[in-house]
């Protein structure tokens, strides 16, 4: 039976290597490999703390392991998303110990569109030198899904764990949607940048998300202004920030952001934007 377990485990760590991604600290010093968590077929982090050490010949010899065969119970699972981009998905779990319990090893990986995720119960302390009541515990933790990268679509989840009343293992499961690829690469045309500039920011803003001018114009309003978007006094001092000049047909055309100062003394704020034709407010 053990020699089963370790042929199962061989396979499995070379479907580790396949899979392994940055949050999986594998360490290795003095021919010791210590790998945190593998994944199996039917389970992910199924072993954990997987000791490897290689010997004179040059043979890698299994030295010690855990199985997580114990999940927690599970109460419920709620999914938060965020509005801001790119997205971050959490799993806000709740659920309870029984005795000694204490909250183990959580070990998720993305299989085609579904999250699985394990949620472990570790060993409690010795029976034999420590006496544990029946008592149950509540529990709480938030798990981040990896979703940056992702495209666009439905994404479903499943949490493993234990029903508090009959004990048998169930999986939470729920689905949540990202309306497009969660990625900056996809939110970097100058155009949709322009478009997030809000009235009110300031000019350190600007630069953060279109980047220097490619000219400023320092002015000043004579008359009621014809650009709608600047609702300033006459006389007025502005600036007139222009990007993506371009002077080739019959007058310039160009992305415009006006400023305006604040009651702030020196403080500059955004009052209005415009594409095309490059006028003056005067």
Known sequence: MQLVKILALLIAVAWF???????????????????????????????????????EQGIWLLRDYQETLKFTYIDNVNIVTTDSFPVQVFLQVSGHFIGCGLLGAINKRLVGEQFEISINEAPGPDPLEFTCTADIKQFKTTIALPVYGLEAGIYSYKVNGRDLSSGEIISPTGTFELKKNNDTNEFTSFEERFYTVQNGISRQEVIKILGVPQRIKNLKIQSTPFCIQVLLDVGSLYEQWEYGVDSSSQGSSAYVIWFSKSNTPSEWKTVGKGKGMVLSCI
Request: hydrophobic share 40%.
């Open 17 to 55: 290597q396949k899979v392994a991604i940055a949050e999986d600290n594998v360490k290795y010093h003095d021919n010791i490999l210590i790998i945190p968590s593998v994944d199996i077929s039917e389970q992910v982090g199924r072993f954990q703390n997987v000791v490897f050490e290689r010997n």
